[in-house]
């Protein structure tokens, strides 16, 4: 699943990561998950949310070609993965982490944050 | 190994400026779940008689609660608490907001702040490393501008505490102020932190909180969110939030209106939840976890200047909008961003300010000791008090210390109209018609505060005439007496079953507004904890808490007892003048057969104070 | 004439469901009058004054609103204080 997002309908509430980060890293730990929301407060009060768009730089980053695109979307290769962390610094959303076994992490597309955002702030791009 | 919990509690100690870490013992866990119950349990433990709100000896303790920073709605309450400088007794308040998850991420469930920082200063946790450092610049900063500016410094990741002025000052009603809008308000924490010289406490965390049983916790919190998004309170309850109380309140003659003279205000429909969607509302503010964000944050512009601000929520408006008299809701919402900055209680503050307008009035105080004249529904007096409160400037030095000790000090008849119990203000229900509300008031362990039990509609569907001769009479109009008949049964259900929330680090609201079951919240306990415990079970613990704060109050107020559970005498004596409730007061008499029966019920004596073998049931002896 | 009968969905939230336990979340109602919203109140023996308000079709509606065959209604109480 590739997401968009109405950053308007945000209210902050993180539960797109606090299921992200358990859904993709098993761990109640929001840091890990792979998207994120920031609060400009208190000027102009609005929230802005970075998520994987699915753009591929993190895959053009990758100098083993580990990170390999399906239908659209981009998936890391672990077996091809050799831990070098350069797709981290590439990504220009800065959402993709490292687990805690040191490998990179990006969204998988698998919309858990879709179906749980209780705001339909983070959506399906239905293209 | 306790799931749910970070396992951690964190004690901070300013005078040697050193920080430990300890596991939290496994029967506090037991017999007290987390939040309110590690409050409770440690200031008692922790706390001689005789210590001085202020002095260094006090001690802070923040708590989250089992539930809080997991996957369900809700979990992202934090309780704070001290002896508190407002009433001498037991003092707490909780805040919603990213905090305590963030805690608990870091590895604590608990941080207890103890002894007093030389100078001016700000605690950065980050993880394992904890740091005092010494922050004057800070000094005299709005707790939300020092907010900002530490935001700015140390990163997205951290999540803050701060106070304002009011807080460096040791306003007796100071308080917490958290991302840009949330306060723990009550009791005066704030005063305490800033009697230690603590400014702002910042915490990261990137640690996991261990689940019992990881994969079908998930899934049950995925399942009540889920639930939520079905239930009829999920679209109806966000909109206006606690903001939608505001016209009932008034139908209802429970509206508390020139410091509690009245309970109606004919301008209501001026400062209520509509009016804050049609002419604040920037965007809807949630709490961590929750689907249904009752946090309204808006923009307002007086002739006093414009603002951004989170609110006003319900109470915000009883207090400074119905007891103050402000008009119109872009003047309570900019009177609620001064308190917000100055880091004072809006309830408090409201009620604090609406008194002091009250004793003008009436000649008690004079425009020479005011500084110049006050009246009912004038912003501009209502910031020049704030103010001067924060800062402790003249009058202002003495309404610092709250109504009751202002009342002291000027007499001539003040008391009758202090509105508060223990010390504590009164907040948003007027209650001379509200026999159940008014034992609740009462009876709350921190004061007058609404949150303990919330009998009001209690009351309310109680009166005595029936629903098809009210269906008839159509609304408004004047109400039957509401008689004190089985109330102090519901008082007491309602004192066991709000707080656990506060116990278990989640907010109330999913369950009384969104209507989850309690076997929602028994099922995802077990999954977190592996603890199988019935609702009935844990109500059980919340009452050991109930019990356990009015042993602390016996052992830290000299002479408590009964005396300290009455209201001001206006509303045991004087008829509400106007409104739904004309004519209603509830006498003493009946307030002492209340009292009679609650206390009984309680297993406390006739003043009061709990008895051995109650104590001894909870296991307090 | 038709004698018409008249089904209605009644979801009960907030602190109705603690003041009224005799009544599910969701209650069924049926008539063979024409049912107003205050009507129904009565018939689920709720006091008017504990309805803040009834939500029909997503909107908020008075309480002489007539109700009609299989709507859903939302009957919201105060909220409890913040």
Known sequence: MKLTVKEERCSGCNVCRVVCALHNAGAVQPSQALLKIKGEFPDPGTYKIAYCNQCGICADSCPEDAILERDGEYNIDYELCTQCLICIDSCPFDVMVVTESEYPAKCTGCGKCVELCPRQAVLADQG | ?????????????????????????????????????????????????????????????????????????????????????????????????????????AGYDCMIIEGKADQLSTIIIDNETVKIVPDQGLKGKGAIEAEQELKERLGEDYQLLTIGPAGENKVAFACISHDFGRQAGRTGVAAVLGSKNIKAVAVRGTKKIPVFDAKRAQEKGEEM?????????????????????????????????????????????????????????????????????CGKYGHTTTALGSAYVEGPEYESIATLGGSCCLEEIEEVAYANYVCDQLGID?????????????????????????????????????????????????????????????AAIFGDGSESYAIHVKGLEWSG????????????????????????????????????????????????????????????????SMQHSRPLFDALGICRLQSMEIGFETFHYEEVFELITGRRLSWQEMLAISERIWQLTRQFNVKHIEGFGRDWDYPPRRFMEEPVPSGPNEGRYISKEILDKMLDEYYEKRGWDKNGIPKPQTLARFGLD | MINMSLKVTVNITGCLKELYPHLSEREVVESDQPLSVSGLIGELGISPRMVLFAVLNERIVPKDRQLFEDCEINLVSPPAGG
């Open chain 2, 429 to 492: 229900y007027e209650c001379r018609n509200a026999p159940g509300m008014m034992l609740s008031y009462m009876t709350a362990d921190v004061g007058a505060h609404h949150n303990r039990s919330w009998a009001l509609g209690y009351d309310v569907s109680q009166s005595d005439a029936d629903v098809s001769e009210l269906i008839e009479a159509g609304t408004g109009g004047k109400l039957e007496i509401s008689t004190p008949d089985g109330k102090v049964d519901h008082v007491i």
């Open chain 2, 1 to 105: 190994m306790l799931y749910g919990y970070a396992g951690k509690i964190l004690t901070i100690n300013l005078n040697t400026g050193k920080a430990s870490a300890d596991h939290i013992p496994e029967d506090l866990a037991r017999d007290y779940l987390g939040g309110r119950g590690f409050v409770a349990r440690l200031l008692y433990d922790r706390l001689d008689p005789g210590t001085d709100p202020l002095g260094p000896e006090n001690i802070i303790v923040v708590a989250t609660g089992p539930l809080s920073g997991h996957l369900l709605p809700g979990s992202g309450k934090t309780h704070f608490g001290a002896l508190s400088p407002a009433t001498g007794g037991y003092g707490d308040s909780n805040l919603g907001g990213h905090f305590g998850p963030t805690l608990k991420y």
């Open chain 2, 346 to 406: 809006t309830i408090s503050a409201g009620v604090v300010v609406s008194f002091a307008m009250e004793c003008f009035e009436k000649g008690v105080i004079s425009a020479e000791e005011v500084g110049r004249e006050i009246s009912f529904g004038s912003l501009e007096d209502t910031v020049y008090l704030l103010e001067k409160i924060a800062a402790r400037e003249g009058i202002g030095d003495v309404l610092a210390e709250g109504v009751k000790q202002a």
């Open chain 2, 225 to 293: 969110y889920k639930v939520c998004f079905g239930k009829p309170g999920f679209k109806t309850w966000t909109p206006f939030g606690t903001a939608s109380i505001t016209d009932w309140a008034n139908e209802v003659g429970a509206f508390p209106t020139r410091n509690f003279q009245t309970s109606y205000a004919e301008f209501h429909e001026k400062i209520n939840g509509q009016a804050i969607v049609d002419r604040l509302l920037v965007t809807d503010k949630g709490c961590f976890g929750c689907p249904t964000p």
